[in-house]
């Protein structure tokens, strides 16, 4: 079995993967930060998981769950925030129109300002949060 957290992402990084506008982009699509940098595209989306907040166990037999959901862009380019919002500007609704099993609310979070690594000197990280709310069974992450 898969936990909830697992699937919603693995949906969302097949319906980013097959977005028509980040295909045009040109934009690799994953999910390692990591790997991303270790690649040489100028353009790629990593969708990856943060922090979880304590589960709510206000609904006998359910915990109300909160994940966060990091959308991180890694341009290379001289305007990396410019390049940063082409990809955003795609990937926020596939985002927040997701719906899947047990989602009870997908809502946009903060967005970190740039990170610049020093791989190559114009590599630049911008991440934005999401947090899903969703409901599993109390005594499970998968039901």
């Not at 936990?3 to 690799?28: F, K, P």
């Not at 943060?50 to 609904?59: N, T």
Request: aromatic residues 6%.
């Amino acid at each position: 079995m898969t936990t909830r957290r697992e699937v919603y992402i693995e949906d969302l990084l097949a319906a980013a993967g097959s977005d028509a506008g980040l295909q045009q982009l040109d934009v690799q699509v994953g999910r390692s930060v990591v790997d991303a940098l270790d690649e040489k595209h100028s353009l790629a989306l990593v969708l990856h998981l943060g922090g979880e907040a304590s589960p709510d166990r206000s609904a006998v037999g359910f915990a109300t769950r909160q994940t966060e959901l990091l959308c991180t862009v890694i341009t290379r380019d001289t305007a990396p925030d410019r390049a940063a919002d082409l990809v955003l500007e795609l990937a926020h609704p596939i985002v927040m129109n997701y719906d899947a099993s047990g989602i009870i609310d997908v809502s946009e979070g903060h967005t970190d300002p740039p990170i610049f690594a020093n791989v190559d000197g114009e590599s630049c990280l911008r991440t934005v949060h999401y947090i899903f709310t969703y409901r599993t069974r109390w005594n499970s992450l998968t039901e």
